[in-house]
């Protein structure tokens, strides 16, 4: 009886709430707006609706002129909207058990956060319960991108369960939509898969908890006039800034308008919020365009540059790194003598991998003990890391060095003293991978710890310049002993803001410090981990062919500078592949060069012509590193794939172009490369970079627009090797 009168007097309640929230919203019309795009927005008593979004349009009134809407966002248990079945933007349980829930328009702002961004915030209200939700949309106007996310807020007695809460409901409609994901696994990491969205529900996730990109990287391309291309036709890209699981869902219904809810993965993930909670989620970096996937790809370029990348207009220094040429079996000579060879040939970073901590019986002299443990092996190196520092700055180079502090061997002297600090199942056999456990970042004691051990290592040792933060494990026991019974499903999204906690923490402390983001390789390929990293080991496979495909695929929603592509030995360790030290090279510089050998491995030649390579990098790394992207060949497509940077600097242009012959046979009737970006009037300097010249346009100058319609000609030798490349510079004449 008392449930009933309860339940009556909270109807009643609603309904005068409701009244008062529709008869205070004002009707109204809000205008997003980038260089090239438009969202807008209308409000109508208690619902906001989005009219548009899409290329730029010169009017903003034509936008509202008439035409249909869609909710901006709304509930799968809304009876109210009658949508049952499509896709929505949250289901939330509230304290009392009821399902349902409606959450109403109150009030938009707009704010000018400076000369390039404009931010728009949309605040909702449930009439009948505590709950308010801030939509936000961010837009930065030179490079073409909206963020948005969502942020919702508790404030009654007891607690709401938040069964899914996405950064963005996507609303469009295509006759021949196409879609494409980034999906892969260690060694062929986001390699792009497209095919036709068919009517029904297509689903692009990862659900491993950690190093969620190897698997399947958060970001997507929908086109809406068939597959996706180059430089025409309608796409829309998006990509969400997160580490953990994802999920995008995309429902296209039998009228060809598609819905579509993207963010983090709701899986086992129910969130708990009580009174003055907030849960926020991932930022979606979303764009438009109108010409082609080439022009959103420049968009997120510049963005990332920008906005979505530390120091991201910073050029990378070239590094070798100590892995491939010297992996767990060093001393302390081997590693000065790996330093002094490449400081000769003009190496300017050298960073020191795996196998230098642990002591004892847990000595890290393999994968199986001392990780963990963070102390200096001083068997291995007995002048320790201050010894390294300083024959570094003898050799003129700069010094880094490898840590994965999110893991943990059993063998180990941290785990013999806190067991419970790994993510473990109650009544489970537990399981390893790469013979360690993953430390309960949900756990601020162990949050702690990770941060003290890292500022310790980087206070002790102010002249360590580069953190390599490599993570090479999924969340394989998803239990966590800190988390309380009922909470057990916050692991997925705590782990990462944990992760997330630390890193915050020790940039504040050491903002100098360049990161790298690790995981077995490409895993934490992401905009989440990219805010915190200015750059990413793009796959654990160094096999130059292998790479121009991984390359080519992850360069459509990440810039060069952050992209470490390196040169090593040959046959290649992971592939076995032997490809000729000019073509390793120029594929490793059309991201941030690097080495990934031992120099004392290459003959006088080989030295002589690293030297040479690298002052070639040198001159063009500004070029490639800042410059914007232009796909000339897909080699999914063609065996001579090709690709080219180009910066404008002081009104003159620069371009680096890069291609490569995959296949001798198919060396014959190859036409020219044909250039893009460049100013038809304008005339160019073509110069062939290296020793190896051999186009017929080497020296000549030509008009843009000749360069454009009538392209480069490679001239590919008939005879020799496979795997041949070319680097050009096409140099706007003063």
Request: charged share 25%.
């Given at each position: 009886m008392k449930s009933s009168v309860y339940k009556v007097i909270l109807r009643c309640s609603a309904l005068l709430v409701s009244f008062y929230y529709s008869g205070t919203a004002v009707a109204e019309n809000f205008v997003l707006e980038t260089e090239n795009m438009s969202m807008a927005f209308s409000s109508e008593k208690d619902a906001l609706n989005l009219r548009y979004f899409g290329a730029k349009v010169a009017d903003s009134e034509d936008l509202f002129a008439g035409g249909s809407s869609v909710p901006e966002f709304y509930s799968y248990w809304d009876t109210t909207l009658g949508r049952n079945g499509n896709e929505f933007g949250y289901s939330i349980v509230q304290a009392d058990g009821t399902i349902s829930s409606k959450l109403v328009f109150i009030r938009g702002e707009k704010q000018k956060l400076n000369e390039d961004q404009v931010q728009l915030s949309f605040h909702y209200k449930d009439p009948a319960y505590d709950l308010t939700l801030t939509r936000h949309y961010l837009a930065s106007y030179e490079s073409d991108i909206i963020e948005t996310w969502s942020e919702l807020i508790y404030s009654g007695e007891g607690a709401v369960r938040v069964e899914r809460l996405s950064s963005f409901v996507l609303n469009t409609s295509a006759q021949q939509p196409y879609l494409t994901g980034f999906n892969g696994t260690w060694a062929r990491e986001s390699l792009m898969n497209e095919s036709p969205l068919m009517e029904g529900t297509s689903e692009l996730s990862g659900t491993t908890g950690a190093r969620v990109a190897q698997t399947a990287n958060p970001s997507f391309i929908l086109s809406l006039d068939g597959p996706a291309r180059e430089d025409t036709g309608r796409v829309v890209m998006g990509s969400l800034a997160w580490s953990g699981n994802f999920a995008f869902r995309f429902r296209r219904s039998y009228d060809n308008k598609i819905r579509a809810s993207l963010g983090y993965h709701p899986m086992h993930s129910a969130y708990q919020l009580a009174k003055g909670e907030t849960l926020v989620t991932p930022r979606l970096i979303l764009t438009y365009s109108g010409q082609g996937k080439g022009a959103a790809t420049r968009a997120f370029h510049r963005w990332a540059r920008q906005y979505g990348i530390r120091?991201?207009?910073?050029?990378?220094?070239?590094?070798?790194?100590?892995?491939?040429?010297?992996?767990?079996?060093?001393?302390?000579?081997?590693?000065?003598?790996?330093?002094?060879?490449?400081?000769?040939?003009?190496?300017?970073?050298?960073?020191?991998?795996?196998?230098?901590?642990?002591?004892?019986?847990?000595?890290?002299?393999?994968?199986?003990?001392?990780?963990?443990?963070?102390?200096?092996?001083?068997?291995?190196?007995?002048?320790?890391?201050?010894?390294?520092?300083?024959?570094?700055?003898?050799?003129?180079?700069?010094?880094?060095?490898?840590?994965?502090?999110?893991?943990?061997?059993?063998?180990?002297?941290?785990?013999?003293?806190?067991?419970?600090?790994?993510?473990?199942?109650?009544?489970?056999?537990?399981?390893?991978?790469?013979?360690?456990?993953?430390?309960?970042?949900?756990?601020?004691?162990?949050?702690?710890?990770?941060?003290?051990?890292?500022?310790?290592?980087?206070?002790?040792?102010?002249?360590?310049?580069?953190?390599?933060?490599?993570?090479?494990?999924?969340?394989?026991?998803?239990?966590?002993?800190?988390?309380?019974?009922?909470?057990?499903?916050?692991?997925?999204?705590?782990?990462?803001?944990?992760?997330?906690?630390?890193?915050?923490?020790?940039?504040?402390?050491?903002?100098?410090?360049?990161?790298?983001?690790?995981?077995?390789?490409?895993?934490?390929?992401?905009?989440?981990?990219?805010?915190?990293?200015?750059?990413?080991?793009?796959?654990?496979?160094?096999?130059?062919?292998?790479?121009?495909?991984?390359?080519?695929?992850?360069?459509?929603?990440?810039?060069?500078?952050?992209?470490?592509?390196?040169?090593?030995?040959?046959?290649?360790?992971?592939?076995?592949?032997?490809?000729?030290?000019?073509?390793?090279?120029?594929?490793?510089?059309?991201?941030?060069?690097?080495?990934?050998?031992?120099?004392?491995?290459?003959?006088?030649?080989?030295?002589?012509?690293?030297?040479?390579?690298?002052?070639?990098?040198?001159?063009?790394?500004?070029?490639?590193?800042?410059?914007?992207?232009?796909?000339?060949?897909?080699?999914?497509?063609?065996?001579?794939?090709?690709?080219?940077?180009?910066?404008?600097?002081?009104?003159?242009?620069?371009?680096?172009?890069?291609?490569?012959?995959?296949?001798?046979?198919?060396?014959?009737?190859?036409?020219?490369?044909?250039?893009?970006?460049?100013?038809?009037?304008?005339?160019?300097?073509?110069?062939?970079?290296?020793?190896?010249?051999?186009?017929?346009?080497?020296?000549?100058?030509?008009?843009?627009?000749?360069?454009?319609?009538?392209?480069?000609?490679?001239?590919?030798?008939?005879?020799?090797?496979?795997?041949?490349?070319?680097?050009?510079?096409?140099?706007?004449?003063?």
């Open positions: 120091g991201g207009n910073t050029p990378r220094m070239i590094l070798l790194n100590s892995w491939e040429g010297a992996y767990f079996k060093f001393n302390q000579n081997k590693i000065y003598g790996m330093m002094e060879r490449a400081s000769s040939m003009g190496v300017e970073l050298f960073v020191l991998d795996d196998g230098w901590f642990g002591e004892g019986k847990f000595a890290r002299n393999s994968d199986k003990a001392g990780l963990g443990d963070w102390q200096v092996n001083r068997e291995k190196l007995p002048d320790g890391i201050d010894g390294l520092i300083r024959k570094a700055e003898e050799f003129g180079i700069q010094f880094g060095i490898w840590v994965e502090p999110e893991m943990v061997n059993p063998k180990s002297q941290l785990y013999t003293d806190h067991p419970e600090w790994t993510l473990q199942l109650p009544n489970r056999e537990e399981r390893m991978s790469r013979n360690q456990l993953v430390l309960d970042l949900c756990n601020p004691a162990v949050q702690d710890y990770i941060f003290t051990m890292m500022d310790q290592l980087l206070s002790s040792h102010p002249d360590i310049c580069y953190i390599k933060w490599d993570c090479n494990s999924h969340v394989i026991n998803p239990g966590s002993t800190w988390l309380p019974d009922d909470k057990q499903s916050h692991l997925w999204i705590d782990y990462v803001k944990g992760y997330y906690s630390v890193l915050d923490r020790l940039i504040k402390e050491h903002p100098k410090v360049v990161f790298q983001a690790c995981s077995s390789g490409g895993g934490r390929v992401d905009y989440g981990a990219m805010q915190r990293h200015h750059e990413f080991w793009t796959s654990d496979n160094t096999d130059a062919l292998d790479r121009i495909y991984m390359q080519w695929s992850i360069g459509h929603f990440y810039p060069a500078i952050a992209m470490a592509s390196h040169v090593t030995a040959t046959p290649n360790h992971q592939t076995g592949r032997s490809t000729p030290l000019k073509f390793r090279f120029d594929v490793a510089m059309a991201g941030r060069l690097g080495f990934e050998l031992d120099p004392k491995n290459l003959n006088p030649k080989e030295v002589e012509f690293c030297k040479d390579q690298l002052a070639v990098y040198k001159e063009i790394r500004p070029v490639v590193q800042l410059g914007d992207l232009y796909r000339l060949r897909d080699p999914d497509q063609n065996a001579d794939p090709a690709l080219m940077y180009l910066l404008e600097s002081e009104g003159k242009q620069t371009a680096i172009l890069f291609a490569y012959l995959l296949n001798r046979k198919k060396s014959d009737g190859h036409e020219p490369v044909c250039l893009k970006g460049l100013k038809p009037n304008a005339r160019y300097v073509i110069t062939e970079l290296g020793s190896d010249k051999r186009i017929p346009y080497h020296g000549k100058a030509f008009s843009g627009q000749y360069l454009i319609r009538h392209g480069i000609p490679m001239n590919w030798p008939r005879k020799g090797r496979d795997y041949l490349s070319r680097v050009i510079q096409i140099k706007e004449m003063n």
